[in-house]
């Protein structure tokens, strides 16, 4: 059995969880919208069609902030086409993924499931095949009281009060070749900054996320965000990041080292935001969005069968399975220990696309992935605590990598500490110890373990519980030392509070 140490102390804290880091993401994209969260002829639709069933799975995982409506679709978006009476919206060709888009849901729609759900919108402009007239034209539409054009028009379309969109993308991966638009790092520098401008000066309360990399391994990774900060670093509060990652080798220590090559990008991509603020003698910091994160792989085959130019055919829907939600949790972890720098995160993407929720016509079940989302966004919300953990390591292709990793939140307020760990070795259990003497009078509340025999096991809608967290874990409190053996390849919430 291997032996790892964690080292806490109270005072030293990386900083407080934005919740916004458990944001997630939905966009104009297979099933997500169309059969997913909007599907007026199901027996779970509301009067707006909006699925009972999936708001209430989402609910549970207390997703705070959704971005929308896409991802590659926002490159070729035309928010005109989405919004007023639905029989005069056109159905249009949607070149990012080759499918046609009925906008039949549209902007508004989405602002109204957004408060159903309990959630907020995160909006992205397109500044693929448009650029800053129709970026200004959007958000006057959303967020002016009224007395303009586009203000009234949404007051005409039956929306009275603005939607107040505090959260705008300025694009979508306008690195990618693959977008419709796609631009150089200065020719997207020099829009996102005239972009920008233009839409702060509409609303001086909104906040703006600039696009960063597609991936880690992408060419242009590095200069690209060099030079696009450098061209709209005074008109943006957030870069973004993008990453999946998939099993294809089999290999899983591998694939759950991958937290290390994300770990590498968060810490490259704050560098070169400094490096900038630097150059730039600049005051002001720039914060990260990873605003899409995910495991994306599983669907890749079957999505080169799709007949291009049909309305929301099934499309990246990965089954994901047991080491897959190891992988989301250890991802998730990786974020909490940025969490002075990373204020928003996405998981991409929330319903039937690369999903923890999937639907059909009889109902919705929850996928893997779903639980190490939900137990960390439901615990993880507080004041990170620089965690060290002393612990054997092993060769990945990502480099070396920890056998367990480890973070812990404490949460003042709530006088509770949360420890998440991620034991990833595949043979072997894994003892684990913290001194914890600091917390007096705290005592163990529970120890939830997510476990499974198999790492590829999954969830079924006819089995949706194969893959479930199951409380009564080994964590013992002992005269101030936490203690826990920790089963291969297994997923630990151990929370503790105050007794008073
Ligand atoms: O989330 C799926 C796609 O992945 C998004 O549309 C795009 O931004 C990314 O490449």
């Known amino acids: ?32 919208v169309y059969e997913g969260i909007y599907e007026p002829t199901s027996p779970f639709a509301d009067e707006h069609g ?34 007023g009476p ?47 007239e129709a970026a200004k ?38 690195d ?22 233009v839409m702060k000066k509409v609303d001086p309360s909104i906040e703006t996320v600039a696009c960063g990399s597609s991936a880690l391994t992408m060419p242009t990774f590095g200069a690209w965000e060099d030079t696009v900060l450098m061209e709209c670093y005074d008109q943006v509060d957030y870069l973004s990041l993008h990453q999946y990652y998939g099993n294809r080798d089999n290999q899983t220590g591998d694939f759950l080292a991958s937290t290390v090559a994300m770990d590498e990008f968060i810490q490259k991509v704050i560098s070169i935001c400094d490096a900038v603020k630097a150059k730039k003698r600049s005051h002001k910091t720039i914060h990260l969005s990873f605003d899409e994160w995910n495991v994306w792989y599983h669907s890749n085959e079957q999505d080169k069968q799709i007949q291009p130019w049909t309305q929301h055919p099934p499309q990246l829907e990965d089954i994901y399975n047991f080491e897959d939600a190891l992988l989301v949790a250890g991802m998730m972890m990786t974020l909490i220990k940025h969490a002075d720098r990373v204020k928003v ?46 612990v054997p390591r092993y060769e990945s292709k990502h480099g070396d990598a920890p056998y367990l990793d480890s973070v812990m939140v404490f949460n003042e ?42 790492l590829k096991a999954i969830n079924t809608e006819d089995a949706p519980n194969e893959v479930t967290p199951r409380t009564g874990g080994n964590a013992k409190l002992d005269a101030g030392f936490l203690e826990a053996v920790l089963p291969k390849h297994s997923f630990h919430v151990v929370r503790l509070a105050k007794v008073n």
Request: hydrophobic letters at 35%.
């Open 137 to 174: 034209n959007i958000v006057e539409y959303c967020n002016i009281q009224g007395g303009s054009y586009y203000s009234d028009l949404r007051r005409k379309h039956g929306w009275e009060e603005p939607h107040h969109i505090k959260t705008w993308c300025l694009g979508n991966e306008m």
């Open 413 to 454: 307020e709530h006088e509770s500490l949360t420890v998440f760990a991620l034991n990833k070795d595949l043979e072997e259990e894994m003892h684990i110890s913290t001194d914890l003497r600091q917390f007096e009078g705290y005592q163990i509340t529970d120890h939830t373990v997510l476990y499974h025999h198999d």
């Open 345 to 390: 995160a996405c998981l991409a993407q929330l319903v039937n696309v690369i999903a923890p929720i999937m639907t059909s016509k009889t109902g919705a079940w929850k996928q893997t992935i779903y639980y190490p989302f939900e137990l960390i966004s439901r615990y993880g919300r507080g004041t990170v605590l620089w965690t060290e953990v002393a």
């Open 50 to 83: 909006f699925r009972e069933d999936v708001i209430k799975l989402i609910k549970q995982l207390d997703v705070p902030i959704i971005r929308y409506p896409g991802g590659n679709f926002v490159s070729g978006y035309r928010w005109e086409d989405s919004v």
């Open 86 to 132: 639905k029989d005069a919206r056109p159905s249009k060709i949607d070149l990012a993924w080759s499918v046609i888009e009925s906008n039949q849901f549209g902007l508004n729609e989405f602002i109204d499931w957004t408060k159903k759900a309990d959630t907020e919108c995160m909006m992205a402009v397109n500044l693929g095949n448009r650029g800053i």
């Open 176 to 197: 990618g070749p693959w977008q419709e638009g796609h631009k150089t790092a200065y020719e997207y520098g020099r829009l996102a900054a005239e972009a920008g401008r």
């Open 1 to 32: 059995m291997k032996k790892a140490v964690l080292h806490v102390n109270k005072h030293f804290q990386v900083g407080e969880v934005d919740d916004r880091l458990y944001g997630s993401f939905i966009e104009h994209l297979g099933r997500a």
